[in-house]
């Protein structure tokens, strides 16, 4: 997360989407590094989404997909589509530039 967070510091972008499986299966405090400069869909308000699908006993947390995005975009919805095509339900996030 950390070599994310210096790589997103010395882009020049005004406006960052980061998308991805971060693998980040043993907290949800784990995407805490970024909620200081940028703002996460999986755990907005609270509500963690559980994309990953598959059992795995070393697995703390299964909300390991996430989108996060820049403060000067704001997050108006987030949702996950339940399917059996993948070990990860797809999240759909609706987004606005500021």
């Keep these: 997360m950390d070599e994310l967070i ?9 406006y960052k989407i ?3 499986d971060f693998n980040a299966d043993q ?3 784990e995407f805490d590094a970024f909620t200081e ?7 907005k ?8 699908t598959e059992e795995d006993d070393s697995m703390q947390v299964k909300s ?4 996060i995005v820049s ?3 704001t997050i108006e919805s987030v949702k996950m ?4 095509l993948s070990d990860h339900n797809p999240m759909v996030v609706e987004l606005t530039l500021n």
């Design 71 to 73: 403060k000067n975009i």
């Design 18 to 20: 980061i998308v991805g």
């Design 6 to 14: 210096a790589a997103l510091g010395g882009d020049s972008c005004e």
């Design 37 to 43: 400069n940028y703002s996460i869909s999986n755990g």
């Design 81 to 84: 589509v339940d399917n059996d």
């Design 27 to 29: 907290a949800t405090e």
């Design 64 to 67: 390991v997909d996430n989108v």
């Design 45 to 52: 308000d609270g509500e963690w989404l559980d994309t990953y």
